[in-house]
Structure formats: C-alpha cells, structure tokens
C-alpha cells in the first residue's frame, strides 16, 4: 500500500508542475460542460406544422388555434388534400402535419372523432418530443372541453 500511495504522491507532482496537463485536466472539461450545455438541447421551439381539417368545424378550429398558440408549434401552412402531406414534408416545409377527421365535432359525441399526428421522423427523438407536444395540447383540450377519455 505504502508503494502505491507513494506512486500517486509522484503522478499529482508531475501533473502539478506541467501546466498543459492542469488545462487539459480541469480546464477543457469545464469549458466543454459550458459549450455542450448551450449547444445542445433536446427544447422545441417553433417547429413547422401543417393542418389538414377534413372536418372545418369549431372543435378543429380551437384545437388548431391552440397548437399554433403554444410556442412550440408554429403553423406555416393549411392543406386541403391527404396528397399534400407527402409533398409537404418532401419540400422541407413541415415537420408536423394534424390531420382531423371529417364530422369531427359531431363525432366527438359518439367518440368516434380521430386526430391523427403525422410527424417526420428524421430524428427519432424529436420526433417523439414533437408527438408528445402535440398530443398533450391535444388532450388538455378534450380535458378541458369534457371530452373523450385519453387513450394512448
């Protein structure tokens, strides 16, 4: 035990007097831990998302105004057409598309009303960040307006 303290003693002096090693040591991995801190974030903010309302009614209109309300959805276009979700994420244009079924606010009575979130998963992970984004503004509508149950 005696060498191996002694070993230790002489590896702390020689990291001691070179200064190159102290920056690599202690320096680097501060300013890194400050840069990636920074640098990286798994936040959204403002992610492109398109609507397709097959319905048009009140309940689609509240729900797309919440979602393009919050800081995390901006929307950039409304399509009119199922042909245009492919075309919409092949431009670059959307990452999100919501897609409401026709006779929504009828629907929701009955519980047969479906949204559907197409995302473009690119990115797996935000992909996910932008599902559950979307499907928590979602359900705190139906929450709020006392409809369906939340099923996942």
Same mark, same amino acid.
Request: aromatic letters at 10%; charged letters at 20%; a negative charge.
């Given at each position: $035990?005696?060498?191996?303290?002694? /070993?230790? &003693?002489?590896?702390?002096?020689?990291?001691?007097?070179?200064?190159?090693?102290?920056?690599?040591?202690?320096? $680097? @991995? %501060?300013?890194?831990?400050?840069?990636?801190?920074?640098?990286?974030?798994? +936040? !959204? &903010?403002?992610? @492109?998302?398109?609507?397709?309302?097959?319905? &048009?009614?009140?309940?689609?209109?509240?729900?797309?105004?919440?979602?393009?309300?919050?800081?995390? /959805?901006?929307?950039?276009?409304?399509?009119?057409? @199922?042909?245009?979700? +492919?075309?919409?994420?092949?431009?670059?244009?959307?990452?999100?598309?919501? !897609?409401?079924?026709?006779?929504?606010?009828?629907?929701?009575?009955?519980?047969?009303?479906?949204?559907?979130?197409?995302?473009?998963?690119?990115? @797996?992970?935000?992909?996910?960040?932008?599902?559950?984004?979307?499907?928590? %503004? %979602?359900?705190?509508?139906? $929450?709020?307006?006392?409809?369906?149950? %939340?099923?996942?």
């Amino acid at each position: $035990m005696k060498q191996f303290i002694a /070993f230790v &003693k002489k590896e702390f002096y020689h990291i001691l007097r070179d200064k190159r090693t102290i920056l690599i040591l202690l320096v $680097m @991995p %501060i300013v890194q831990i400050i840069l990636f801190g920074f640098a990286i974030t798994t +936040e !959204v &903010k403002n992610t @492109p998302m398109a609507i397709l309302d097959l319905s &048009k009614d009140g309940a689609t209109r509240q729900i797309t105004e919440r979602l393009a309300a919050s800081d995390y /959805f901006t929307l950039v276009s409304e399509l009119h057409n @199922p042909d245009d979700i +492919e075309k919409a994420f092949q431009t670059g244009n959307v990452k999100l598309v919501v !897609v409401f079924s026709e006779n929504f606010q009828s629907n929701l009575i009955t519980n047969e009303a479906a949204v559907q979130i197409i995302i473009d998963a690119t990115d @797996p992970n935000q992909a996910n960040t932008f599902a559950n984004y979307a499907s928590n %503004i %979602i359900n705190q509508w139906r $929450m709020e307006n006392g409809q369906w149950t %939340i099923e996942n």
